[in-house]
């Protein structure tokens, strides 16, 4: 059964650091292209981060750019999420996806960490 599983969550003040994980349990995870979405309260999932499968060449919301790399080991079948200068907006559940070869979107997903930004 494929999972992606994330960590790494949790509660720090403004302009702190995290690093979220996702551990997937595929095969050929370098043939994913891997992404992080969040989800505020009350408002839509939003794209974060993302690194495709060839190359791994990466892309970021606006919002993010800057301040957030996303990044993945191979060997390791994970996927990082480096968070710098948090702000409170940034508050959110965070999800990872993986989009799987003859998929045109995302097709799986974590159940999500939260990360919290205090003021």
């Known amino acids: 059964q494929v999972q992606l599983l994330e960590s790494g969550g949790g509660l720090v003040q403004a302009g702190g650091s995290v690093r979220l994980s996702c551990a997937a349990s595929?095969?050929?995870?370098?043939?994913?292209?891997m992404g992080w979405f969040r989800q505020a309260p009350g408002k839509e999932r939003e794209f974060v981060a993302g690194?495709?499968?060839?190359?791994?060449?990466?892309y970021y919301a606006d919002s993010v750019k800057g301040r957030f790399t996303i990044s993945r080991d191979n060997a390791k079948n994970t996927v990082y999420l480096q968070m710098n200068s948090l702000k409170p907006e940034d508050t959110a559940v965070y999800y990872c996806?993986?989009?799987?070869?003859?998929?045109?979107?995302?097709?799986?997903w974590g159940q999500g960490t939260q990360v919290t930004v205090s003021s």
């Open positions: 595929v095969r050929f995870f370098s043939s994913y292209t």
């Open positions: 690194t495709r499968r060839s190359g791994g060449s990466t």
């Open positions: 996806a993986a989009q799987g070869l003859g998929y045109s979107d995302y097709n799986l």
